[in-house]
């Protein structure tokens, strides 16, 4: 039991940093610039490790059937990142991500073309990966194993404490600038952008979140006053 545990980590960190490969590398050659994907601080996207471990652990006896495997692994991602999408949205009044202009979407969270690529994710990894890095795991000596995995979840609780921390930052703006306009807002991205390293990884890992930013806890309320004040006169 424990070693299957173990195994399931290890496979959750595999494939959550070969998603933040992924993603990164995609938006990168789309925005033909470098960005860091994912609103974690480290090179890891959470929710393909979680994707990947939810079919390896509850697809495994559909293994002989293509076809159940493919359906049941784009209801279960598709599941997955609607709810995630849904949780983050209440949890930090943010979207993370917009599919809206896609065909044959769902309130904007999931869409039909990411849940066939899932699919086919999907199957690659039961058919594909898994195998391999099933073995290749059993292959390292139960003490490396665990000291691995030791200082991969210290790493990842930090990151999540940091991250969260920095997020919350930007969940909420005071109800005075509900009239905020576009120049407002790009002015309000710039501040956020110079502050620090840690919220420009964030600003240019989702940079059409739309944030709503806690300006009394930087002490900006009389620079966004000034700002709504140089929009109005325009």
């Known amino acids: 039991m424990i070693e299957t545990i173990k195994m399931y980590i290890l496979l959750f960190f595999i494939y959550a940093v070969a998603g933040w490969i992924m993603e990164s590398t995609s938006v990168s050659i789309q925005t033909k610039k470098w960005v860091n994907r994912g609103f974690l601080i480290g090179p890891i996207c959470p929710i393909y490790g ?103 979840l210290a790493l990842h609780i930090t990151d999540n404490v940091i991250s969260y921390h920095i997020i919350f930052n930007l969940k909420q703006v005071s109800n005075e600038i509900k009239d905020n306009t576009i120049e407002i807002s790009e002015k309000v991205k710039h501040i956020i952008y110079n502050k620090s390293t840690l919220y420009r990884r964030l600003v240019n890992a989702f940079p059409d979140v739309k944030e709503k930013v806690d300006f009394a806890r930087w002490n900006i309320k009389e620079k966004l006053e000034k700002m709504k004040e140089e929009v109005r006169k325009k």
């Open 50 to 152: 979680y994707g990947a471990l939810m079919v390896t652990i509850f697809l495994s006896k559909y293994q002989a059937d293509p076809i159940i495997t493919f359906c049941m692994s784009v209801i279960i991602c598709g599941a997955l990142e609607y709810f995630t999408s849904f949780a983050m949205e209440k949890l930090f009044n943010a979207r993370w991500w917009d599919y809206s202009d896609r065909k044959f979407n769902i309130n904007g969270r999931i869409c039909l073309e990411n849940l066939v690529l899932f699919g086919i994710g999907c199957c690659l990894v039961i058919y594909g990966t898994n195998p391999w890095l099933i073995q290749a795991i059993g292959s390292i000596p139960d003490q490396v194993q665990t000291l691995l995995i030791a200082i991969l």
